[in-house]
C-alpha cells in the first residue's frame, strides 16, 4: 500500500530564509505526487503537482518540488520565506491502482521575524 | 468559477445525536470525495463517488456513517449517532472523472461533546 512521510510535523524558518518541507513515499510504481497547503479554518489548495513529466515541479506562490526516484523524495522547496506563507503542508500520492490519494500527515510552517 | 461548497461550516453536537454535512462539487465534476481530517493528521478518504455511484467506501464506519449522491450532483455525508472520536474536518473534494486534481471545499468543523 501506498504510504506518505512528512518529516518534522514542525518547521521554524525566519522571514527571507529557505523554506524546506521532506516528503517521502513508499512505492515500487513512482506515484503522481501533490504539495497542498491549508491555511486555519480553510480547505486543502493545490500548490504543485508531479504527473511524470519534469522532475522539477514549479507551484503557486513560489514554490518548487523535485522529483528524487532514487531517494522516493519529492520535497517542497520555496527560497525566500514570506509571512504569508504560514500554513500547514500536506505532500500527497495518487497511483492509478490503488485509485486513491494518500496524504501524509502535514507539516506546520511557521515564519518569524 | 465557482469552488466547491460546503455547510454548515462549524456544527457542534453532543455524542448520541446526529449530524448532516452538504456538498456542492464544481461543476461538471463527476467524481466527489468525502475526507475526514482529525486533528495533527492528513485526511483520510472516506468515500469516493462517481456520478451517484459509490467507487470507494472500504473506509467508512458503515455502522454510524452514511452518505448519498441521488442526482450525481450535491451530496450529504450523515453521522447518527455520533461519538467523541468523530470530532473532526469533514472535507469535500470534487474532481473530473480520472482526473489526479482533486479541489477541495472549506470543510466542516464537527466538535462532539
Known amino acids: 500500500a501506498q504510504s506518505v512521510t512528512q518529516l518534522g510535523s514542525h518547521v521554524s524558518v525566519s522571514e527571507g530564509a529557505l523554506v524546506l518541507l521532506r516528503c517521502n513515499y513508499s512505492?515500487?510504481?513512482?506515484?503522481?505526487l501533490f504539495w497542498y497547503v491549508q491555511y486555519p479554518n480553510q480547505g486543502l489548495q493545490l500548490l504543485l503537482k508531479y504527473t511524470s513529466a519534469a522532475t522539477l515541479v514549479k507551484g503557486i506562490n513560489g514554490f518548487e518540488a523535485e522529483f528524487k526516484k532514487s531517494e522516493t523524495s519529492f520535497h517542497l522547496t520555496k527560497p525566500s520565506a514570506h509571512m504569508s506563507d504560514a500554513a500547514e503542508y500536506f505532500c500527497a500520492a495518487f497511483t492509478g491502482g490503488g485509485n486513491k490519494l494518500t496524504f501524509g500527515t502535514g507539516t506546520q510552517l511557521k515564519v518569524e521575524l | 468559477e465557482a469552488g466547491v461548497a460546503q455547510s454548515p461550516r462549524y456544527k457542534i453536537i453532543e455524542k448520541r445525536q446526529s449530524v448532516a454535512f452538504w456538498c456542492n462539487p464544481i461543476?461538471?465534476?463527476?467524481?466527489l470525495y468525502w475526507y475526514q481530517q482529525i486533528l495533527g493528521q492528513g485526511p483520510k478518504l472516506l468515500i469516493q463517488f462517481q456520478n451517484n455511484g459509490v467507487v470507494d467506501d472500504s473506509q467508512l464506519p458503515k455502522d454510524r456513517f452514511s452518505a448519498e449522491r441521488l442526482k450525481g450532483v450535491d451530496s450529504t455525508l450523515k453521522i447518527q449517532p455520533a461519538k467523541l472520536e468523530d470530532s473532526a474536518v469533514y472535507l469535500c473534494?470534487?474532481?473530473?472523472?480520472?482526473?489526479?486534481?482533486?479541489?477541495f471545499g472549506p470543510g466542516t468543523r464537527l466538535t462532539v461533546t
Open positions: 512505492s515500487s510504481v513512482p506515484p503522481y
Open positions: 461543476s461538471g465534476h463527476a467524481t
Open positions: 473534494a470534487s474532481s473530473f472523472p480520472g482526473a489526479y486534481e482533486q479541489y
